[in-house]
């Protein structure tokens, strides 16, 4: 048995010893499940995620422990970047094995039954990194992608750190999204509108057929962000005209 560690506001507790992780959180390829990190010998390293995580959750975070077998399918790597699938213990060795494990993180693609929940325990909430790791003393990034539009201190910080490329308006991203002749064009589009309030998915299901498996994939990763039944039931059909290659590629709920 593998055990890990999730993290979630303190006010969930209860309702995850009686029921378990929900697993809403989206990952790389389109699923939806839960963040962990495999418990360390070190315990600021378990515990890494929680400063960088109360950017976007403003409670009190406590630590949800939990064990799943060894062979349960999940994927590894850095946050940001394409993970690996492998098993849950083969995650947990591949993080141990880092000189570096900060900004890894294992993702379980299913919820968490309460029966495998072992505690909640507090945890300290100054622990970990902020932004990324190593980033104390160099100037932050401002753009909307690292800075959310209602974090606390992001207009100071805005101020102080001008973003130069101002972010685009949703209506003229959708333009260039009908608008464009290569694949390429389609992918950055989604990606951009992936970082903004998006609206109803409905408005994405011209490119559902679409020819490129790449367009499709980037289509997932977008869809994955979005609520309700309609992204829901476009995503079920995206996935269901052409599986995503293997080897493709996200915290708490």
Same mark, same amino acid.
Request: proline share 8%; hydrophobic share 35%.
């Given at each position: 048995?593998?055990?890990?560690?999730?993290?979630?506001?303190?006010?969930?507790?209860?309702?995850?010893?009686?029921?378990? &992780?929900?697993?809403?959180?989206?990952?790389?390829?389109?699923?939806?499940?839960?963040?962990?990190?495999?418990?360390?010998?070190?315990?600021?390293?378990?515990?890494?995620?929680?400063?960088? &995580?109360?950017?976007?959750?403003?409670?009190?975070?406590?630590?949800?422990?939990?064990?799943?077998?060894?062979?349960?399918?999940?994927?590894?790597?850095?946050?940001?970047?394409?993970?690996?699938?492998?098993?849950?213990?083969?995650?947990?060795?591949?993080?141990?094995?880092?000189?570096?494990?900060?900004?890894?993180?294992?993702?379980?693609?299913?919820?968490?039954?309460?029966?495998?929940?072992?505690?909640?325990?507090?945890?300290?909430?100054?622990?970990?990194?902020?932004?990324?790791?190593?980033?104390?003393?160099?100037?932050?990034?401002?753009?909307?992608?690292?800075?959310?539009?209602?974090?606390?201190?992001?207009?100071?910080?805005?101020?102080?750190?001008?973003?130069?490329?101002?972010?685009?308006?949703?209506?003229?991203?959708?333009?260039?999204?009908?608008?464009?002749?290569?694949?390429?064009?389609?992918?950055?589009?989604?990606?951009? &509108?992936?970082?903004?309030?998006?609206?109803?998915?409905?408005? &994405?299901?011209?490119?559902?057929?679409?020819?490129?498996?790449?367009?499709?994939?980037?289509?997932?990763?977008?869809?994955?962000?979005?609520?309700?039944?309609?992204?829901?039931?476009?995503?079920?059909?995206?996935?269901?005209?052409?599986?995503?290659?293997?080897?493709?590629?996200?915290?708490?709920?």
């Amino acid at each position: 048995m593998t055990d890990l560690v999730h993290l979630t506001p303190a006010g969930n507790a209860r309702r995850v010893v009686r029921t378990g &992780l929900a697993g809403r959180s989206p990952g790389w390829f389109g699923d939806r499940g839960v963040y962990c990190m495999p418990v360390l010998p070190s315990f600021t390293l378990t515990y890494q995620w929680v400063r960088e &995580l109360r950017r976007w959750k403003q409670s009190t975070l406590v630590g949800v422990q939990v064990r799943i077998p060894d062979d349960e399918p999940v994927t590894v790597g850095r946050y940001g970047q394409e993970p690996t699938r492998v098993s849950a213990a083969e995650a947990a060795a591949t993080i141990r094995g880092l000189a570096d494990p900060r900004g890894y993180e294992v993702f379980v693609p299913r919820p968490v039954a309460a029966a495998e929940v072992r505690r909640v325990r507090r945890v300290p909430q100054g622990i970990g990194w902020r932004y990324k790791p190593d980033a104390h003393g160099l100037r932050p990034c401002t753009c909307p992608a690292c800075i959310q539009s209602g974090t606390p201190g992001a207009a100071q910080l805005r101020r102080r750190f001008p973003y130069e490329n101002a972010p685009r308006t949703k209506p003229a991203i959708m333009a260039d999204l009908r608008a464009a002749t290569t694949s390429d064009d389609i992918e950055y589009a989604l990606y951009e &509108l992936g970082m903004r309030r998006r609206g109803g998915a409905e408005e &994405l299901a011209f490119l559902a057929d679409h020819p490129d498996p790449e367009v499709r994939e980037a289509l997932v990763r977008t869809l994955a962000r979005y609520r309700g039944r309609a992204a829901r039931e476009l995503l079920e059909r995206v996935q269901g005209a052409a599986p995503s290659r293997t080897g493709m590629r996200d915290r708490s709920s």
